[in-house]
């Protein structure tokens, strides 16, 4: 998890408890469950509430008749769990359509005390629910049953969710609640589920909603800064025009890249205005649109080579990470100015020098912005593992 989210989740959970209430998408828990079939309950009412963010189940927190009191957790306090353990159960168990519920483990730090977040994602699949019940002692969670968490009080175990919510989770299920053009970036996530061979077909349709189509246009010749960096610079840049039925919805830019060997949407442009210097570099946002299509072109391995080459594109989550990495790196403008750049910097402006063409964008600063976001991300990393 980025640093920035690591602190959005440590600053919301703190409100939650400070609240002195459960709701309909957290509940506390002093300790941790000591049966797993009444773990699984409160993990798919969880799953299944009508909340639009995370879920939470947040362990080391007394109950809200109790004050909601930080009591936090030992190492190897009895029936703690790992991420793994966590998983494993679901991975246990049959689920309709083996479509489980996304989890996280997170531990967090609160003054001297440290607590578990179980973080349940929110996922177009409700409604989750088992093909076989599962029962542990006394507790039965049952085949078929649909549970979900209305205030701060789920379904009871041994009964099911009232019709209309059931009702609102399969139109969520297929997105009938959705403008289209807000379902055609869901289904963008899952590109194993379309009919895609792009370079050989124009037009890519989604299998099961074979009315979100994306029909890409002919690409022509271009080049940019970054074509330098492939090893070969030809590329081409095409449009794609996203639509339901006949209904344009948007219209993004894609591009290949090493003569046609990677196919990439088109990056954004960021700059850097410090004293009399402005440098640009290039960057995606994976929380846009174009950001999604780039997962989507890639199927979600965000690896810019080919040939062992690839261009110095920087990588965020959202704007908010963005932002930090901007201010950090104009904190550091000295360091950066003082690194070297590598071989993917200098030998593309050698060759942009001997194809007699100049831009505006500086390769050499290209490379360097990359060493010094390669570093910076690796920085985020330890401090977050440190911290949990």
Known sequence: MQMSKMNGLVNEISNLI????????????????????????????????????????????TDPSDGCKLIGLTDGQLNRKTQTGFIDLLRSK?????LRPGLELQVIKLGQSEIDVLVIANRPFKPYYLLESYRVKDKEV?????????????????????IHFVEQMWRQRFGLDLQPAVRMELLLAEPENWNKDIGNQSTQFHLTSPEYKIKFSQPERFDEVFSYFFTNEKSFLGKAVFKYNTTKLFELEYMYCD?????????????????????????????????????????????????????????????????????????????INALEAGFPGTHALKRIKQANKSYMTDPLFLDRIHQFYVEWSNFQLINYFNAT
């Open 18 to 61: 400070n609240s002195k209430k459960e709701g309909d998408y957290w509940d506390f828990k002093e300790v941790p469950h000591d049966n797993n079939a009444a773990l699984l309950h409160d993990i798919l009412c969880l799953a299944n509430c009508a909340h639009s963010g995370s879920r939470y189940i947040i362990y080391g927190i």
């Open 94 to 98: 049959k689920i309709a359509g083996d």
């Open 142 to 162: 049952r085949a078929y049953h649909i549970y979900t968490r209305t205030g701060d009080s789920n379904t009871p175990i041994d009964s099911s969710a009232d």
């Open 259 to 335: 003569e046609m060997r990677i196919v990439l949407s088109v990056p954004e442009n960021g700059y850097f205005r410090v004293g009399a210097q402005e440098e640009w570099y290039y960057f995606y946002d994976l929380s846009q649109q174009n950001g999604r299509f780039l997962e989507f072109l890639c199927d979600h391995k965000l690896d810019f080579r080919s040939r062992g080459f690839g261009a110095p594109f920087l990588i965020f989550n959202n704007e908010a990470d963005r932002k930090i990495f901007e201010a950090s790196a104009i904190e550091n403008w000295e360091k």
